[in-house]
Structure formats: C-alpha cells, structure tokens
C-alpha cells in the first residue's frame, strides 16, 4: 500500500462572495478556482505565480485562515473541514509558516526569546527551561549564533537577513511535518537570498518536513524546488519535476514567464523581449474556457475559449492544462509547438531593437 | 533630431558628469556616510545602471542629485554639470524651474502609488508642461496624448483616475509624465521591483525603444541584476556608500574586475544554469563608522595586508588589455593599483 501523503488537496475552491448592500449577492472573487494536488513526506514544492493569480488565498487555505468554498485539505489522511478548533490548534502546531516580510511578521516590541517562547506557550509547553532550551537549539539551527548575542534582541536591532532567520526559527520551533514559506525571499538581496535558501534547504532535508515555497520567480526555484506548479488566474496551469518544467515549459503561459526572464548578459539590453498583451483576467468575472486563452499565442477559437482544459499530461508527470496537449486532438500545430525552440523556454529575445 | 533617429546612438561627450558628490544623514549614532564622494559621467544616449544592495546608498545618490534632501541633512557636496551647466552651483529656485522634470526627471521607488488619486491621469501626465513650460492645456494635453501612446497606454485611459489602472499600468503612466516634457535624463529608482514578470518585461520594452528612438539618457538604479541587464550599456557597481567598478555591461556582466562584482554575480540565481548560486558571506558594514581600508575588505577572499589599511583609490582598470587609461574602466581595489595589482591579480 502506498504512504499517504502528507496533505492531499482535492478540487479546492475558495470563493469570496460579493455583496452588495451587505446582503444582496452579486458574485465572488473565485480566487482558488479547482485546485487539485498531493505534496508527499519529505518534499520541496514551490508555487509559482503574479499577483493575483490566488497563491497567497491558496496558501491560507491550506492553513486553515480560509474554510474552503467546496473541496477539501487532507492532512495525513484527516480532513481539515471536519476538525474543531482544538484540533485545528493541533493542525497548525504541524504547520510552520514562514512569511514574506520579515520585518512585519516580528512583533516589534517582543525582543527574539519572547517571539520564540509564544508559539510554544500557546501550545502549553509550560516548563520554563524546556521553552529555554528549544529556544536556543531553534537559533542554533538557523545559525544565529552565539545564541545568547540574539537572544535579548529585538526585531530592528537586526539585519533583514537575520530576521527572516528568526521567522524560519519560530515556524520550525513545534517541530512541524509541513512548512510553508510565502515569498520567503522576495525581500532581500541577492546575496542573503542564497543564504536563506541555503538554510531553507538544509533543514528540510535534515528533518526531512515537506516544504511548500509559495514564489514568482522562477530563476530560484530550480536549485531549491522538486516540483513546480504554475498558477493563473486561481488555477493551477502546469505542474512538473522542476527541470522539466524550466527545461521544457508545456502551458503557453509558462512558456510566456520563462521567456520574460533573463540572465545577466550585456546582450538583454539591445533585444525586446516577447510579452503577451493584457493582464491577468478579473476573478470576478473570469474569461470563459480556458482563462489564459484571450492572451494567448498559440488560442484555438471555438474550443479554448469555451471549454476548459483538463489536466493533460503529456510526458511522464508532467501535467498542462492545455487544449494543445489534447492527445485526441489532430491539430497540425501540435507537434510544432511542443518541440525544439519554442518549447524549451529559452525563446526569449526576438526583435533586436539596435537593427 | 537627425541622430536620434539611429537606435542606441552615443554620442562622446558626457550629458551628466558628477565628481565627489557626498551626502551625509544626522542621526543620533553619528553620521550615517550614505553617499561619500561619488563621481561618474553619463553620454547623451547612454542608459547607465548603478547597481547595488539594499542599504548601500544607491536610493540617496538620486536624491543627492535630483537635490530631493532630507531634513536630517548632515552635508552634502559635489560638483555636478549637465552638459555646459553646472546644475550644483544653481539656486534650488533656478534648479527646479530650469532642471527637474525639463532636463532630469526622477521616477522613485513605487512613484505609481504616488500619483494623485482624484484627478484623471491624462491630467497628471500634462502636468509638468503646464506647470513649468506654461503650455496652455489644450497642447499638453495632445503631448501627454502622444507619450501615452510611446509608453503602451490605451488613449482613453487619460479619462481615469489611478485606481482604475492596475500597478502597471500606473507604472507607465508616471513614466509617461517623466518623459512629457522630454528630458535628457530619466533617472529611474527600482521602476519595476513592485511588478510582476510580465508587466516588468512589458515595461522594459518600453524602455529600451524609446533610449532607441529618443537617444533619452537614463540612469537605472537597481538591486536587480539579471533587470540591470535588459537596459544597461554602462555598470557602477555601489557598495557602502562608494562606487566599487564601473565598465561597460558586456565586461560587468562577462567578466568583471572587483572581487565583490565577481561574488555578486555568482551570487545570481540563473534559468538556464544548473550551477547553484553562492551567496557572499558577511555583510556590509555600519556606513556610520565604515572601516578605514577598503570597506569590502572583511569579506573579501583576496585581501592582503593593505586592503585593511587604506582605501584604494578609484583608477582605471582592466590592465594591459584594454589602453588601461583611455578606456572608462575604473575600479577601488588594490589589486588593480598600477604598482600593487601584479603579484596578486
């Protein structure tokens, strides 16, 4: 019999309803749309996503902050509907999350022992020197050392870097089998970036939790990801082992990201790259079909925009909800689109403005 | 007009030259030593990236420039000319009506959300020309019609009010009233670090036509790398408060000369490399008493005994392969010193 997995999400929506006047319903923001995904024991995910596009709903709802709107969140085998707040305490004694700003997410006025000893106060470790010891191994594991130089600090009296060391210490303190990190990094310079990945990394193999980046950039998520998946527009898009889906994009939209990046090279400042126009749709009122369809390169009129596109898969765990991937399709530009150039994401530049 | 025309045309002479630009904040620690005697020129047509981590000054060097000072001034210096003007030696009068936004224009960190939020942008956008060139409404408001255009905004949008663009929409629009009154120089303060992917690549598109189209000069200052590279023909490189290199994009991002470009651009997570990034170790130091050496030193995997002892001045680098002189390659290391470098480089 095959481990359960950690958390299984299945066909999750949340919704945010729309009133008018305080009763009259007038619609909802579909924010997490149909989002359907196992994370197993032991593994580094990230979501990848703009603004918008739902991660961060996502994100709470996994949580527990938001009751999805239908579908559910099993956690080891339990379903988070079912649970009532003592044990939904207990859930999120399992969970550790780690948050975008640093800064924001430390109570100013709590110097780093105080922040370290809520959580398990609140989790009714009440003996003094055992909350004193955890404390301190939690700052050795994300190397704020010598302890006692940060025990008496407060979150100003630290560098960004260090702060988010703190948060990374605070999430892992109950000792929890699921980390979630919400742009961990997004704040930071490059340099500290590395290092808080690094870190990241490093104690999730140790422990061996399952870490769940939320991110959207995609040119750090191959050294510290297994597994990606693609948001747009509350849905997920696109879902592979991270190099095949950097090496291989199958979903035009993640093709459209990966050719928006660049790498450092003198060369990126005389070529324009290729953007799809428009933005991400309203999740109010979202396109019909397909909801990348009206920005999207290679649209089929008549079935894109109105069929939605199942989760096709068109290599060994690789997933794409995409009518191009349709295998009973006999559309002549399906091959031309899934191989060479086009698909491996390195498309980028075309026009060369200096000609 | 004529040389416009011809995309990413230089010209030699230097737009902006700036030499030993200083400024200093008072706090209650002391002087914090943001920008300490900075100098660079940037040609007419060129796109200049001063390149540097949070906290290394690099925010300050456009305000020191655009003279946008804080209340907590503790000095600030240096002999700034904009072609023939010595815009430094104007009154603050003289240097906002003849220089900011008709010569210089300044696009700050998260300016979308600056915008006023009960008047139409199209309004906004004609502004400058209203304001300072005394244009009656009716053609600055056709201007602000055609830079609408330049920067990728549907004409109607100038009926709305910025909470009715999204964040990059509003990005444009601000780009659109920097460059209505059609500046030499646009200096850009992280113009897209609050964007998404595409709405970043959209917009440095943008930007890269109209340096084509216009020959407008700019000065990107960025965190960001990888973004540096989408515009830049020339990096400085800023750490604590000085310029560390400065050279041309292709030998920044190929083969820089200071220790610190070498770490930073390995420190760069990149798509299509499966080598890990490496992060440097240490951090900056406190710009309240910056070390006496070389404010890198204690980092640095190359210091010798000297790095420690005095700062290196700002020379020209590249060594014999370049006319080390002639070319505008200059770094503050000791190992390119003419008479240190040798042994150790």
Not at chain 1, 127 to 143: G, N, P, S, T, W
Not at chain 1, 313 to 318: A, E, F, I, N, V
Not at chain 2, 302 to 309: I, L, W
Request: a neutral charge.
């Amino acid at each position: 019999m095959a481990e359960t997995p950690l958390v299984e999400a299945q066909g999750l929506h949340t919704w945010f309803e729309l009133r008018q006047w305080g009763f009259l319903r007038v619609g909802a923001v579909r924010a997490v749309d149909d989002v359907s995904f196992t994370l197993a024991r032991g593994e580094a995910v990230a979501f990848v996503g703009e603004s918008g596009c739902g991660k961060s709903t996502l994100v709470r709802t996994l949580l527990g902050l938001h009751r999805p709107t239908l579908g559910e969140v099993r956690f080891e085998g339990v379903s988070l509907a079912g649970l009532k707040s003592a044990a939904l305490k207990a859930y999120r004694a399992r969970v550790g999350y780690v948050q975008q700003d640093p800064f924001g997410a430390l109570p100013p006025f709590l110097d780093v022992r105080r922040i370290l000893a809520e959580p398990l106060k609140v989790h009714g470790v009440s003996d003094r020197a055992e909350r004193e010891r955890r404390i301190r191994a939690a700052l050795a594991e994300v190397r704020l050392t010598p302890v006692e130089e940060y025990l008496g600090k407060f979150p100003h009296m630290l560098s960004g870097g260090q702060q988010q060391r703190v948060v990374i210490a605070r999430a892992l303190i109950l000792e929890p089998a699921l980390v979630i990190a919400d742009e961990p990094v997004s704040m930071l310079d490059a340099s500290v970036r590395v290092e808080i990945l690094e870190l990241l990394q490093g104690i999730q193999r140790r422990r061996g939790l399952t870490l769940a980046f939320v991110t959207h950039d995609l040119t750090t998520v191959r050294h510290y990801a297994e597994r990606i998946f693609v948001l747009y527009a509350g849905k997920v898009v696109e879902s592979a082992p991270v190099n095949d889906l950097l090496d291989a994009p199958q979903h035009p939209y993640t093709r459209a990201l990966l050719a928006a990046l660049s790498d450092p090279d003198a060369a990126n400042a005389t070529r324009l790259r290729e953007v799809p126009g428009g933005e991400p749709p309203s999740l109010i009122d979202p396109p019909a079909g397909c909801r990348f369809h009206p920005r999207c390169p290679s649209a089929m009129p008549g079935l894109c925009d109105r069929e939605v596109p199942p989760d096709f898969t068109p290599r060994p765990g690789h997933r794409a909800a995409c009518w191009l991937h349709d295998p009973g399709a006999e559309d002549p530009n399906h091959s031309i689109i899934i191989d060479g150039r086009q698909a491996s994401g390195r498309g980028g530049p075309v026009h060369d403005v200096s000609q | 007009m004529q040389s416009s025309l011809q995309g990413g045309f230089v010209s030699g002479e230097p737009l902006l030259s700036v030499e030993d630009l200083t400024l200093h904040y008072r706090t209650r620690g002391g002087a914090v030593r943001a920008v300490d005697g900075v100098s660079f020129d940037v040609k007419r047509g060129e796109a200049l990236v001063i390149l540097g981590e949070s906290g290394c000054g690099k925010s300050s060097l456009a305000r020191a420039l655009m003279r946008l000072l804080p209340r907590n001034l503790a000095h600030h210096s240096g002999r700034v000319w904009l072609g023939e003007t010595p815009i430094s030696e104007l009154s603050d009068e003289r240097f906002r009506r003849e220089v900011q936004w008709s010569r210089i224009a300044l696009v700050m960190q998260a300016s979308m959300n600056a915008l006023n939020p009960v008047v139409k942008v199209g309004e906004q956008v004609a502004e400058p020309l209203r304001e300072l060139k005394r244009w009656p409404r009716r053609r600055a408001i056709e201007r602000a019609a055609e830079v609408f255009q330049r920067v990728g905004l549907p004409l109607d949008f100038m009926a709305r009010y910025p909470f009715e663009l999204s964040g990059g929409m509003r990005q444009r629009a601000v780009l659109a009233m920097a460059l209505v009154a059609e500046p030499e120089l646009v200096i850009l303060d992280e113009p897209t670090s609050a964007l998404d992917v595409l709405t970043q690549a959209a917009i440095m598109n943008v930007l890269k036509e109209i340096k084509a189209e216009q020959g407008t000069s700019f000065i990107l200052i960025t965190h960001d790398v990888a973004t540096s590279s989408e515009l830049a023909d020339r990096v400085a490189l800023m750490y604590a408060g000085e310029l560390v290199e400065a050279c041309s994009a292709a030998r920044f991002f190929g083969e820089p000369a200071h220790p610190y470009s070498r770490l930073l651009m390995k420190s760069v997570p990149r798509l299509h490399e499966r080598e890990r990034p490496r992060a440097i170790p240490g951090q900056p130091p406190s710009l309240l008493d910056p070390p006496t050496g070389c404010r890198f030193a204690a980092r640095c995997p190359d210091r010798f005994a000297r790095c420690a002892e005095s700062p290196s001045a700002f020379v020209p680098g590249g060594g014999a392969l370049e006319g080390a002189t002639k070319s505008r390659h200059r770094v503050r290391c000791w190992l390119h010193e003419p008479n240190e470098g040798g042994g150790h480089g």
